[in-house]
């Protein structure tokens, strides 16, 4: 199977339970495939291979999402429909944490990582994070009828 031009594979884990997320997951999975690198769904760290980019898709209210991001010392904002893309650690490995505030802030960090591997020259580098990104909506209400 061929790897991203980096010569990494990527391994996603789906630490969340909402349909939402685990979708935004399985996209991200899709995306990778269709540029040509190997990648697989995983259900714990545990299974991840060694060498392979490990990204993590975990909610706020999830203590792996606390251990992940304590690293760099990243908080979660609290607004609804926040997302953090940041590098971690998790059971003694580096990851990339894709962390919400809730589920649609999940969707929205996942979804970020499958944009960069869609439009970058090297899908694998492309989504790599040296330093945390925190989002927020700027508005509580995002749109009116």
């Given at each position: 199977m061929?790897?991203?031009?980096a010569?990494?594979a990527?391994?996603?884990?789906?630490?969340?339970?909402s349909?939402?997320a685990?979708?935004?997951?399985e996209?991200?999975?899709e995306?990778?495939?269709?540029?040509g690198?190997t990648?697989?769904l995983?259900?714990s760290?545990?299974?991840?291979p060694?060498?392979?980019?490990?990204?993590?898709?975990?909610?706020?209210?999830?203590?792996l999402a606390?251990?992940?991001?304590?690293a760099s010392a990243t908080?979660?904002p609290?607004a609804a429909e926040?997302?953090?893309?940041a590098?971690?650690?998790?059971?003694g490995?580096?990851?990339?944490a894709?962390?919400?505030?809730?589920?649609?802030?999940?969707?929205y960090?996942?979804?970020?990582?499958?944009?960069?591997?869609?439009?970058?020259d090297?899908?694998?580098?492309a989504?790599?994070?040296?330093r945390?990104?925190?989002?927020q909506?700027?508005?509580?209400?995002?749109?009116?009828?």
């Open positions: 061929p790897l991203g031009a010569g990494r990527v391994s996603i884990v789906p630490a969340v339970t349909a939402p685990r979708w935004a997951c996209h991200l999975r995306v990778l495939a269709g540029r690198v990648e697989a995983r259900h760290l545990e299974q991840v060694a060498a392979d980019l490990c990204i993590v898709a975990a909610e706020r209210s999830s203590p606390a251990e992940m991001l304590k908080v979660i609290a926040s997302a953090v893309l590098p971690g650690r998790a059971s490995r580096a990851v990339t894709a962390c919400g505030s809730d589920a649609r802030g999940v969707v960090a996942l979804l970020e990582l499958a944009d960069r591997a869609q439009c970058g090297d899908p694998v580098t989504m790599a994070v040296a945390p990104s925190v989002e909506p700027a508005v509580r209400i995002r749109s009116i009828n």
